[in-house]
């Protein structure tokens, strides 16, 4: 039971990521380094808001403190990835393959926003998959049989939304949008600390406000990235 149980969660969670990452990035080594650097960048983030809750004592206790922090940190490393990728589009633009990846500002954003989300999936579910392998009983000592699930679900989700963040994101420095730059800031903190809702397996409230931000974030990132009805038209027949 362990064996399918641990293939069927890292399908969810990382099935839809890794489609994307062979269709859209893998034929490509600037984009492959860029989502790399991207990666890279959030486990700094990730240390920085680390040694802040760890420098502050008395404060160790409140995890919801250290949610805070850490995704203050993270939209920090964002707009840092940004400066520093519109800074070098010269340079990629002699080096690059396929020079749409500078032609397309939208494609720059969604390969680091899509570096920013692999690591954070993958650094959120790893610990639970270690577990899933095995020897493990769903609902040992009274823990719920959809942990396992959610927590796939919850993955799949951060990836996604981190990917729509940055197109929205870098468009929004583009053109001094400061509504879309606080949708970002404002959204990533909620999903954050929605996620404090599964200590009291609240898994519902907090999946159901996750995806509902993925869905109204990524009909946001369609629309900053200039698409249309018409062109999702045309997506759908293959035109």
């Known amino acids: 039971m362990t064996m399918p149980e641990f293939f069927g969660c890292s399908m969810i969670a990382f099935g839809p990521p890794l489609a994307l990452f062979i269709f859209t ?7 492959i380094i860029i989502l790399i650097v991207a990666a890279f960048f959030w486990l700094v983030s990730l240390l920085a808001s680390s040694i802040v809750w760890y420098a502050i004592v008395p404060l160790r206790k409140f995890l919801a403190f250290g949610v805070v922090f850490s995704v ?3 939209e920090g490393f964002r707009y840092i990835i940004y400066r520093i990728l519109r800074r070098t589009e010269q ?11 500078i032609e397309n ?15 954070s999936a993958m650094f ?10 095995g020897p493990a009983t769903l609902g040992l000592k009274g823990g719920s049989e959809v942990f396992f699930l959610v927590s796939s679900a919850q993955a799949l989700s951060i990836c996604l939304l981190h ?13 001094n949008n400061y509504m879309h730059i606080a949708y970002v800031i404002i959204t990533h903190m909620v999903v954050s600390l929605t996620t404090l809702l599964n200590a009291q397996e609240l898994y519902s409230a907090s999946l159901i406000i996750n995806y509902c931000l993925t869905v109204a974030s990524a ?18 027949i293959c035109q």
Do not use: C
């Open 219 to 236: 009909i946001l990132a369609f629309h900053v990235s200039g698409g249309t009805k018409r062109s999702l038209k045309r997506f759908f």
């Open 124 to 133: 959120a579910l790893v610990n639970v998959l270690a577990d899933m392998w």
């Open 91 to 101: 340079g990629l633009q002699v080096v690059a393959e396929d020079t749409r990846v």
């Open 163 to 175: 990917t729509f963040w940055s197109v929205i994101f870098y468009n929004a420095f583009d053109t």
């Open 25 to 31: 990035i893998a034929n490509d080594p600037i984009r």
């Open 72 to 74: 203050l940190f993270q």
């Open 105 to 119: 500002k939208h494609i720059l954003a969604y390969v680091s926003g899509f570096g920013f989300g692999i690591i």
